[in-house]
């Protein structure tokens, strides 16, 4: 099984090195080259809410990704250290109004719902001390690939 793990300051401007490397890995891990796209386009929701989770809670923490390739399956986990509300909590953050909980809360539902309809399996754990997307697709093996 090989790993290959990111690190990056919880910037906007970083996405787009995580998606363009988790793209790399996906297809050297033999991810059908038709799916490529969805892999780009959910690892850059995945980490797109990831930055703005940081940014919003004042977190300096990095931004992580582990891209793990394994026998039948390539598999990508988008970590935060926000802490993460259970679901019905209102309970108004440190920073914001009665109001801004609840429109942060739509904006991270509707960043799921994007990621939910781009990946098949998908697996998203949240609690006190940050939370974790891990996304997964088959892959083809290698003996497969010649004629």
């Known amino acids: 099984m090989a790993t290959v793990e990111l690190r990056f300051s919880a910037l906007p401007e970083h996405v787009r090195t995580a998606r363009l490397v988790a793209a790399a890995v996906a297809r050297r891990a033999g991810v059908d080259e038709a799916v490529l796209d969805e892999v780009r386009l959910a690892v850059g929701e995945a980490c ?3 930055v703005g989770l940081h940014q919003s809670g ?3 923490a990095p931004v992580r990704v582990s891209l793990i390739e394994e026998e039948k399956q390539f598999s990508i986990e988008v970590g935060d250290e926000a802490p993460h509300m259970a679901p019905g909590d209102k309970t108004p953050g440190a920073a914001g109004g009665a109001d801004e909980p609840d429109i942060d809360a739509e904006e991270d539902e509707m960043g799921l719902a994007v ?3 781009l990946v098949d399996d998908v697996e998203v754990t949240a609690g006190e001390n940050g939370g974790l997307i891990r996304m997964s697709w088959p892959t083809t093996p290698p003996a497969a690939l010649v004629p």
């Open 115 to 117: 990621i939910s309809g």
């Open 58 to 60: 004042g977190i300096s």
């Open 48 to 50: 797109t809410r990831a």
